[in-house]
């Protein structure tokens, strides 16, 4: 049973235009969203974060939205430029990252010229 | 600063050989994950330590697996015997403290024949 899920496998966006990547959680519990990026044959790496007592949190071009009614999340990549086509991971945790952070699947975003 | 180092980045083995993948964490952090990804399952946690200790291994899949963290400079994941259904990617992480993001080695692509 999957507590965090990104429905959409893949999206295709091109560059300069605003990429959408959305998350969808279960386990109410969860106080803590990441989300990390990650390129073929390498770790991911960490991208941006929010924690439960807010809405919003903005670095550069990335913003992470939260919806705690609906349990959703989302990530703004505006402008999109070709070096953020990647798998884009949404994670949470239920302890600040204590225990662990739980992933979605992933998202393969690709920026088209 | 060195990040997460993981050995060896590929390894292929035949069904029912041990394997042993190897991970040294960056200096300091004090908390240390093992994940793995398939195309199926996306990232499971499958153990984690924190000062040298594991805490969770609840994600271990079977008695098959196993993972020490002798000294906060180093960890061993051990599947004996392997199977073809092993065949994934493990990454190992480390944590600076009990919250937070987690940092992510390069990976451990394995696959058993």
């Known amino acids: 049973d999957q507590q965090v899920k990104q429905n959409s496998p893949s999206l295709s966006v091109q560059e300069g235009r605003i990429s959408i990547l959305n998350c969808d959680y279960t386990?109410?519990?969860?106080?803590?969203f990441l989300w990390y990026k990650k390129y073929p044959a390498e770790g991911p790496t960490f991208l941006i974060s929010i924690s439960s007592i807010k809405d919003k949190n903005e670095d550069g071009r990335f913003t992470v939205f939260l919806n705690k009614s609906a349990k959703h999340l989302s990530l703004h990549i505006v402008p999109s430029q070709p070096g953020d086509s990647a798998v884009y991971f949404c994670a949470a945790s239920d302890g600040g990252g204590a225990d662990g952070l739980t992933f979605g699947k992933g998202t393969h975003l690709i920026i088209q010229p | 600063d060195a990040g997460v180092i993981q050995s060896p980045r590929h390894e292929v083995t035949e069904m029912g050989q041990e394997v042993t993948l190897r991970c040294k964490p960056i200096s300091g952090h004090n908390s240390l994950f093992w994940y793995r990804q398939t195309m199926m399952r996306g990232l499971e946690l499958l153990i984690y330590f924190n000062n040298n200790v594991p805490i969770d291994d609840s994600g271990m899949p079977e008695d098959r697996f196993s993972a020490k963290m002798p000294n906060a400079s180093f960890s061993t994941l051990k599947i004996q015997p392997s199977e073809p259904r092993d065949s994934a990617v493990y990454f190992c992480a480390s944590q600076p403290s009990r919250t937070g993001e987690l940092f992510f080695g390069e990976g451990s692509r394995l696959t058993v024949l």
């Open positions: 386990n109410s519990m969860f106080d803590y």
